[in-house]
């Protein structure tokens, strides 16, 4: 008898914490329904099989290498089991990216009428799983889904993260890093900002000078690294993205940011003299000359070159704080650059200053100003642009937390987890109709970092709740249940030893 009551302690305390069940909500960001099920829990073992139809076939291959490290099963891919099963396939009558997934006692049933659907999916199982499931050593527990069924889908088509290479350069192997953490979150955009004043990280073959000079050491704010993506670098990150679903957007910052191409170009300038290597912060100073044809050469030949290696739609060209380009030059510069995008296929993508051009048409705007009223927005959201939310107040992952924080800017304020959180992209703008609100993104400017710990101090918690708002839908926004939720997922980030900033807004478990 003392036998049998020993046993189960013995197990409970398995690990390094007493472990509370998961419940099926506890899903960043949250699923949009879900009916849990006490009696239909699902126990992943050694024995479980992983179904799929051809389709499903990558997903489901995901998953299995998922599961692997933690669990040490090397979970079978079949195509029809009749043992325990988790079972992939696509069928028809789901939203796009949406998915449902129905655990029960003897299968775990996942269902999507695409891919992504499937692929959101599976990042939902992965939590629905003990955090020791992010371990990359084998661990002894329990693998217990808990039953029920989840319907979920994204509020907004548009959930992005932007990325400085310009300031700071990051390897691919960095970028690659963010990725597997922002596809954790469902975020399907990534957005990378290749060039500044500092320098130029993206190969252009026409114009090599541009990363011979500024690509090369030292480019980067305060002298630091430097560096650029090669061609190959840049297509194996569009390859490596696309398996998680995210589309690259690469932006060249345009007619303003750009003292590294003159530096490398002087002809970009329109007294044709190069000006001094810039590595410090102050921005708004470099313009390209608006008036020389050969801006247009370069300009169409960037465009080309970008377009030609992006297979993603949009084609971000910049166009902020353009102080040192005259208003009616600005104009008459974007008229002639934003049909340029088109011709290339690509839908023209700026910061929201590009909507007081006429030629802006259905461009997508990136708002990041902090007002409720903005009449160069209202005006192009008249004429048909659609807008992704970035206001500096609320989704700059590069502000300070606290006037603590190492690193980090403070020209927007300080932004802590619950002012990240606690605001509605719909709901910003006075006089934009919610249907203009593509999504919403969290741009990481990089000027005060300086590798890849600094990437994630600064993006984590904040960029989950950004992740939240443009995914789980306007009715479950509640402050005390994504504080919870994000308290619980501070373990599975010690267990992949992701250094997130430990909020005072939150009880860490
Ligand atoms: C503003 S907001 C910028 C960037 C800076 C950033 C720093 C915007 C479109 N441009 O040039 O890096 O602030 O927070």
């Excluded at 799929?52 to 079949?78: M, Y």
């Excluded at 396939?89 to 695409?114: I, K, N, S």
């Excluded at 290479?165 to 963010?178: I, S």
């Excluded at 050491?217 to 305060?222: K, W």
Aim: charged residues 25%; glycine residues 8%.
């Amino acid at each position: 008898v003392a036998l049998l009551l020993v046993l189960p302690l013995v197990t409970a305390s398995a690990g390094p914490h007493p472990t509370r069940p998961i419940a099926l909500t506890d899903v960043l960001p949250a699923v949009a329904e879900a009916a849990p099920d006490p009696g239909g829990d699902f126990r992943i073992t050694a024995d479980t099989e992983i179904s799929a139809t051809e389709s499903a076939l990558a997903v489901a291959g995901q998953l299995a290498e998922a599961l692997r490290p933690a669990t040490g099963f090397d979970l079978r891919l079949v195509r029809a089991s009749r043992g325990p099963v988790i079972d992939l396939a696509l069928e028809p009558g789901h939203p796009d990216e949406g998915y449902r997934l129905e655990v029960r006692q003897d299968r775990v049933e996942l269902r999507a009428t695409y891919p992504a659907g499937l692929f959101f999916g599976v990042q939902t199982l992965r939590q629905l799983l003990p955090p020791e499931i992010e371990s990359d050593t084998v661990q002894r527990r329990r693998w217990t889904v808990p039953g029920g069924r989840i319907h979920d889908r994204p509020r907004y088509a548009y959930r992005g993260a932007m990325l400085d290479l310009a300031r700071h350069f990051h390897t691919a192997a960095e970028v690659r890093a963010y990725i597997d953490q922002i596809s954790r979150f469902k975020i399907n955009y990534l957005h990378l900002h290749l060039s500044d004043d500092q320098g130029w990280r993206i190969r252009i073959d026409s114009w090599p000078r541009l990363t011979e000079v500024g690509g090369a050491p030292g480019t980067g704010v305060g002298g630091d690294g430097g560096g650029f993506l090669t061609k190959d670098d840049y297509r194996e990150l569009v390859r490596y993205a696309a398996e998680r679903y995210i589309t690259v957007i690469p932006e060249i910052d345009m007619p303003g940011h750009v003292n590294a191409a003159q530096v490398a170009y002087p002809e970009l300038a329109c007294d044709g003299v190069a000006p001094r290597p810039r590595t410090d912060m102050r921005v708004g100073y470099s313009s390209l000359c608006v008036r020389e044809e050969t801006t247009y050469r370069f300009v169409e030949d960037v465009i080309r070159e970008l377009a030609e290696m992006t297979p993603g739609p949009y084609l971000h060209v910049g166009g902020d704080e353009t102080f040192a380009t005259p208003h009616g030059s600005y104009l008459a510069f974007q008229r002639r650059v934003l049909p340029l995008v088109r011709k290339h296929g690509k839908i023209p993508y700026g910061w929201h200053e590009i909507g007081q051009s006429p030629a802006a048409g259905d461009a997508l705007l990136q708002f990041w100003g902090r007002e409720r009223d903005n009449p160069m927005v209202n005006t192009a959201v008249a004429a048909g642009a659609k807008l992704v939310m970035s206001p500096a107040n609320r989704t700059y992952l590069d502000m300070k937390y606290d006037s603590l924080t190492p690193g980090g800017l403070d020209w927007a304020g300080a932004i802590e987890v619950r002012t990240a959180y606690d605001w509605d992209p719909d709901g910003l703008l006075a006089d934009v109709p919610a249907t203009a609100i593509l999504g919403v993104e969290a741009p990481l400017w990089s000027e005060t970092l300086r590798d890849y710990a600094d990437i994630e101090f600064l993006a984590f918690p904040r960029l989950v709740a950004i992740a939240e708002l443009g995914w789980s839908p306007a009715r479950s926004h509640d402050w005390e249940s994504f504080r919870a939720r994000l308290g619980t997922y501070g373990s599975r980030w010690v267990r992949q030893d992701v250094g997130f900033h430990r909020s005072p807004q939150i009880r860490w478990s």
